[in-house]
């Protein structure tokens, strides 16, 4: 099973730009396909946006498409979440995960990964 590590969490004020990053180890990373999600206080976890093995396919939540761009490096075992436009309903916790398939179809639900991240922080203030 994969490790996975987030990175690039912070505060911003609403209208500012962060970029996540999440560094896999212990796995052949272009057999995963990666997605970010996100949960808020209270909140269940969602779907924010995932990408194939290769790149080809992404998909995003109707929230942040648009705003929202994830993006991997095979080179490098590591996917990028580049959030611009923030927004104060964009605070929460984001978590990276994988799924081992080389499928191109859409996973957007957290029960089709099997590996977690631990999670980085993002605070937008109004």
């Known amino acids: 099973q994969v490790q996975l590590v987030e990175s690039g969490g912070g505060l911003v004020q609403a209208g500012g730009s962060l970029r996540l990053s999440c560094a896999v180890s212990?796995?052949?990373?272009?057999?995963?396909?990666m997605g970010w999600f996100r949960q808020a206080p209270g909140k269940a976890r969602e779907f924010v946006a995932a990408?194939?093995?290769?790149?080809?396919?992404?998909y995003y939540a109707d929230s942040v498409k648009g705003r929202f761009t994830i993006s991997r490096d095979n080179s490098n075992n590591m996917i990028h979440l580049q959030m611009n436009s923030l927004k104060p309903e964009d605070t929460a916790v984001y978590y990276c995960?994988?799924?081992?398939?080389?499928?191109?179809?859409?996973?957007?639900?957290?029960?089709?990964?099997?590996?977690w991240g631990q999670g980085t922080q993002v605070t937008v203030s109004s």
């Open positions: 212990g796995g052949t990373f272009s057999s995963y396909y």
């Open positions: 990408i194939s093995w290769s790149g080809a396919m992404r």
């Open positions: 995960a994988a799924r081992l398939t080389r499928s191109g179809s859409v996973y957007n639900t957290e029960y089709q990964y099997g590996s």
